[in-house]
């Protein structure tokens, strides 16, 4: 099992930056892929961004050109740096793991609100 601890959420102004951070232990030897999706108030939970183990990425639509994932196998720590919010950023965003063997977490979410 593998356990995620998310942090750098908060309140930004539109136009702001935000670095989300999320450090996975425990069985993190198995880790196909890392990533961070969102769910707004009343909304499904989408993806935002994947990375592989081996670099592949996958961005949603809403995403490109503004955020970037970024991954650090030796802490075992995946990132999302994203520039140019906007409101409808406004979300609680969670890390999410995908192992070899098909099973995946969740972290339990960190808040980001874009607001004047």
């Known amino acids: 099992q593998v356990q995620l601890a998310e942090s750098g959420g908060g309140l930004v102004q539109p136009g702001g930056s935000l670095r989300l951070s999320c450090a996975a232990s425990?069985?993190?030897?198995?880790?196909?892929?890392l990533g961070w999706y969102r769910q707004a108030p009343g909304k499904q939970r989408d993806m935002v961004a994947t990375?592989?183990?081996?670099?592949?990425?996958n961005y949603a639509d809403s995403a490109k050109g503004r955020f970037t994932i970024s991954r650090d196998n030796s802490k075992s720590a995946v990132y999302l740096q994203m520039n140019s919010l906007k409101p409808e950023d406004t979300a609680l965003y969670y890390c999410?793991?995908?192992?070899?063997?098909?099973?995946?977490?969740w972290g339990q979410g960190t808040q980001v609100t874009v607001s004047s």
């Open positions: 425990g069985s993190i030897f198995s880790i196909y892929s």
């Open positions: 990375i592989t183990d081996g670099g592949s990425i």
């Open positions: 999410h793991v995908l192992r070899y063997d098909a099973t995946w977490s």
